[in-house]
């Protein structure tokens, strides 16, 4: 049995509409939204849905989209579908968009999806500035690539940026965490000029090599120091192979740093999961532990806390590490052996596939090398902190 602490008081919200999970980017695209049905088998199987209280979503609308993206990009969004996109041609160009083998592909129910994952993230980011939640959480969430007026990197509408809108009307200074593999270009670029978000960023760095090739150390805000939103974007830019116990110490210190310097009122943490060991695109070599831990650490916080998923692109590790999460929030501790009359047991059974365990040893299935050294971890550290001097609550 897991034993579920309840306090009262400390509301943990759950918000989904598994409408999301139905939809297709294609057959060799990478992103599957189906891995959020495995999730939330997973968190079911647990009997989680017991220590949270649970929300069905609607979509968001248009009128909602409107208030970060473009009319005209939006227009496009709801109108295209595969049949009549040879009628958008210079759309497509202009929005960064394609049919098949592309990262952003129009696929039937685009607008649908679109509007499903957004707008449980912003039923999450309601729940927690009207103090009903302490924890809200959308795994089908954390779009970090989209842009005002384009698409980009499997990201349509920039939820995140939706959520932190909202939140502004609450919160004085909002930290945005992304411990997604790859760098989170939208939210950081959506934020530039303003002090009342910082945005902290850890991810796979490599201009020209890997997605997005932004998000370097000197990545910190407008250089003109007049500006507000100087000093107010972080990246932790790092190669291949990183372990758990580095990224642990990392996100500790800097995450620290940054908290105190800063003082944020409300905290938002994207979650992407292909920051794990053995991720189809991603470059680490974390466990689920230590990619939960980043969870623990802000929830110790106590501040608001918004959670959203991302990127993650071997579903039934991403499904393991967002049920690990989820358990965190509520502070329950899960059985290593997986639940039995979870429906697809098959997806996590075998050794392949962690062999019904959920917490399999990611740490050695990349072969990745870590390229990381000690001094150049140091040097990150060093920089958050000297920026810093520039922060003030
Ligand atoms: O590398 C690229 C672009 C496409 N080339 C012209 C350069 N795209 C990446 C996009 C990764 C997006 C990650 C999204 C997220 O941060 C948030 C949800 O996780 C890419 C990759 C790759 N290996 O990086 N696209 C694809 N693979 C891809 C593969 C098959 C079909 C379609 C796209
Ligand atoms: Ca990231
Ligand atoms: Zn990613």
């Given at each position: 049995?897991?034993?579920?602490e ?30 959020l ?55 497509q ?15 039937d ?194 501040l ?7 990127g ?54 990349s ?21 810093m ?5």
């Amino acid at each position: 049995n897991n034993c579920i602490e309840r306090p009262q008081g400390y509301n943990v919200s759950f918000h989904y509409n598994s409408k999301v999970e139905q939809h297709h980017f294609g057959k060799t695209h990478p992103m599957k939204p189906w891995r959020l049905q495995l999730t939330k088998q997973l968190v079911l199987g647990y009997g989680l849905e017991y220590a949270m209280d649970m929300y069905q979503t609607r979509p968001a609308t248009k009128q909602e989209i409107a208030i970060f993206h473009d009319r005209g990009y939006l227009d496009f969004l709801e109108l295209v579908t595969p049949n009549n996109v040879d009628e958008y041609r210079d759309e497509q160009n202009k929005y960064n968009f394609g049919i098949e083998f592309y990262d952003c592909p129009v696929f039937d129910g685009m607008w649908d999806y679109i509007s499903l994952y957004s707008g449980a993230t912003m039923d999450a980011a309601r729940k927690v500035c009207s103090g009903q939640s302490n924890i809200a959480i959308n795994w089908s969430g954390g779009l970090h690539h989209a842009k005002k007026s384009s698409a980009s990197g499997f990201c349509y509408v920039n939820d995140i940026v939706l959520a932190i809108q909202y939140m502004m009307q609450y919160y004085s200074r909002i930290l945005y965490i992304d411990i997604d593999v790859h760098h989170g270009d939208g939210v950081e670029q959506a934020f530039h000029s303003t002090n009342r978000v910082m945005t902290l960023s850890y991810h796979k760095y490599a201009p020209n090599e890997f997605f997005p090739g932004t998000g370097g150390l000197d990545e910190t805000g407008p250089k003109d120091t007049y500006n507000e939103g100087a000093h107010h974007s972080l990246n932790v830019p790092l190669k291949d192979g990183i372990d758990d116990h580095e990224y642990k110490e990392l996100f500790k210190v800097v995450t620290g740093h940054v908290i105190e310097a800063y003082k944020p009122q409300a905290i938002v943490i994207q979650c992407g999961a292909d920051s794990l060991g053995g991720d189809r695109l991603g470059r680490f070599n974390l466990n689920i532990t230590a990619h939960g831990y980043c969870v623990e650490f802000v929830k110790a916080t106590h501040l608001p806390l918004l959670i959203i998923g991302g990127g993650g692109y071997t579903p039934r590790n991403v499904a393991r590490t967002w049920t690990h999460e989820t358990a965190l929030c509520v502070g329950a501790q899960l059985h290593d052996d997986l639940p039995w009359h979870i429906p697809y047991r098959r997806a996590f059974s075998g050794e392949r596939n962690g062999d019904g365990k959920l917490y399999p040893d990611l740490s050695t299935v990349s072969l990745k090398q870590n390229q990381n050294t000690a001094e150049e971890l140091h040097t990150i550290v060093k920089n958050v902190h000297w920026e810093m001097r520039y922060v003030h609550s």
